[in-house]
């Protein structure tokens, strides 16, 4: 268990739908990052959020949006839902010490857009 | 961001020793080498993480030349759960828009 939490971990939809995922990150970080993964794209990065802030961003659509919470949980908006949208969302944390590369990544969020 | 380079599959016996290796030719001074493994509809997990020289941990070793130009992942004794793909990530560890690329899928069979 890495201790970042992601929910849904299944959600089916159609097109043109919109959905919201969610993350709770690992007590304690403060970088949360989003990641797409489908079968012929690998490990896409998507944005990341640092203490409420936009840090930096990835191959995200301009259809999908994010945000970190006071709290620090994130959710990652997708609207206008395509097929192609279909894939795995991962989420990421860590503290952002500066000292250490290592992501802890949740169980992702299994999206199918038919 | 460094570019890497790795094989994009492997395959091994229960029991051997694997060694995977990256390429990133245009490291820059800052920039640290991790490793992540990934199993089938799972988050990756981080393996390793290294500047120069050896690294070792419970798991794996890692071992970087002095130009740093590439990297070698060695797995002591794979056993079938060792099946996965495996991450070669290189980057300043504190402006972490780590890029995955496809990483190599390491099959161990019996």
């Known amino acids: 268990d890495s201790g970042v939490t992601q929910t849904p971990k299944h959600l089916i939809t159609a097109t043109g739908q919109r959905v919201t995922l969610r993350c709770s990150p690992r007590s304690g970080d403060l970088s949360v990052y989003w990641y797409q993964q489908s079968l012929d794209q690998g490990l896409q990065f998507l944005i990341q959020y640092y203490n409420g802030e936009e840090r930096a961003k990835g191959n995200i659509l301009e259809r999908f949006s994010a945000q970190q919470f006071p709290d620090l949980h994130s959710e990652l908006n997708l609207s206008s839902l395509e097929l192609g949208d279909s894939a795995l969302y991962f989420c990421a944390s860590r503290r952002a010490d500066g000292n250490t590369g290592e992501l802890f990544f949740g169980e992702g969020s299994r999206l199918t857009v038919l | 961001l460094a570019k890497t380079t790795q094989p994009i599959s492997m395959d091994s016996y229960e029991g051997q020793e694997v060694n995977i290796t990256c390429s990133h030719n245009?490291?820059?001074?800052?920039?640290?080498i991790t490793w992540y493994q990934q199993f089938p509809s799972q988050g990756p997990r981080f393996i390793i993480q290294g500047y120069k020289t050896k690294v070792t941990n419970e798991v794996a070793s890692l071992f970087i030349p002095a130009d740093r130009k590439s990297s070698t992942l060695s797995l002591p004794r794979v056993s079938l759960s060792d099946t996965a793909v495996y991450y070669c990530?290189?980057?300043?560890?504190?402006?972490?828009?780590?890029?995955f690329g496809k990483g190599t899928m390491l099959l161990v069979s019996p």
């Open positions: 245009n490291i820059a001074t800052n920039d640290y």
């Open positions: 990530l290189v980057g300043a560890p504190q402006y972490s828009t780590l890029t």
